[in-house]
């Protein structure tokens, strides 16, 4: 249990009150959480249940590199085999598993390659989460204890409570867009290195010149 989950019960309380201040009154023409609703596109108690439900579990950033090493073991596996294969057939051969090889060992562009990058994008995802778990508690901790905090529990003011309501909806969807645009903005700098790989084929051989293909065993 970290800090959100320890924060997160008491604030539910408080922000369901704020939604339905917020449907109840609305809030002043102007106000900045206007836009903040629009953009989010939530009241701020589902807002927060969703950045609650961010779970910062172990992701299997390392399991999915130690594939790497399996696909490169592979393909030394086939290395190894040395066949000694001359001919027309022979040079085919050749050419497909040297792009065969490529693809899933180069270490620059290759499955290989895409995996460990595919494992570093988890890891990222789970500094993510872990970081904004912690923005997002110190935020909620920062409205609970606010004089916005009590009038919106205790207020009679209509007018008060709706602007208090608006404040904290505010302040707490402020903090849910930076979030998500942390989120945009992790999976646009990985979007292209965990693009799908095209496979590059060898040159194509034609038909058989009529040679003598020979194969060492």
């Not at 004089?147 to 208090?164: F, K, M, Q, R, Y």
């Not at 790989?197 to 293909?213: A, K, Q, Y």
């Amino acid at each position: 249990m970290d800090a959100l989950d320890k924060i997160a019960g008491p604030a539910a309380d408080l922000l369901q009150r704020v939604d339905a201040a917020l449907g109840r009154h609305g809030a002043p023409p102007g106000h900045q959480v206007w836009p903040l609703l629009r953009w989010v596109g939530s009241l701020p108690g589902p807002a927060v249940q969703a950045v609650v439900g961010l779970r910062p579990m172990q992701l299997p950033g390392d399991d999915v590199r130690a594939l790497t090493d399996r696909l490169v073991e592979a393909v030394s596996t086939v290395d190894r085999v040395g066949v000694n294969w001359e001919g027309d057939a022979g040079a085919a051969y050749f050419s497909q598993w040297s792009a065969h090889r490529r693809h899933i060992a180069d270490p620059d562009t290759s499955l290989g390659a895409r995996l460990d990058d595919f494992g570093a994008y988890l890891d990222d995802v789970e500094g993510w989460i872990a970081e904004s778990r912690v923005s997002l508690a110190m935020r909620l901790a920062l409205v609970m204890k606010s004089a916005e905090a009590i009038s919106v529990v205790t207020g009679l003011d209509p007018i008060e409570v709706g602007l208090a309501a608006a404040t904290i909806g505010a302040l707490v969807l402020e903090e849910v867009e930076e979030i998500c645009k942390a989120g945009e903005e992790l999976r646009e700098t990985w979007e292209t290195r965990l693009a799908a790989l095209p496979f590059r084929p060898g040159p194509e051989f034609g038909p058989s010149t009529g040679g003598i293909t020979r194969v060492d065993l």
